[in-house]
């Protein structure tokens, strides 16, 4: 598979993005945290960010789950090189 190499590397960007993100989410989570306990949060607004900052994380969560389906998908178009062309092969050595 000629592309192979090409999505293997596009899928450890996505693996690494997707935890720079999680771990962006969670920083500005503790950091929200912090500061409500200096000065108080707005529990409206409070509620609002933390269920989005929590959404963000389970979102990479899904993503990694999303990453190791392409990976096995990846795999399993590799294991079919072999067989993909099987009859081509078979025709051109009968015609030499």
């Not at 999680?22 to 200096?38: I, M, P, S, T, Y």
């Not at 389970?58 to 062309?85: F, G, P, V």
């Not at 009859?87 to 050595?93: C, F, G, Q």
């Amino acid at each position: 598979m000629q592309v192979a190499t090409e999505i293997q590397s596009n899928l450890k960007n996505l693996r690494y993005y997707s935890q720079k993100i999680n771990a962006l989410a969670r920083q500005q989570l503790d950091l929200d945290v912090k500061r409500g306990h200096e000065i108080g949060i707005a529990t409206g607004a409070g509620s609002i960010r933390f269920d989005s900052l929590g959404a963000i994380q389970s979102n990479c969560t899904w993503i990694e789950t999303y990453c190791d389906n392409i990976r096995a998908n990846l795999e399993s178009a590799i294991k079919q090189d072999k067989l993909l062309h099987a009859e081509e092969l078979e025709d051109a050595l009968l015609t030499e």
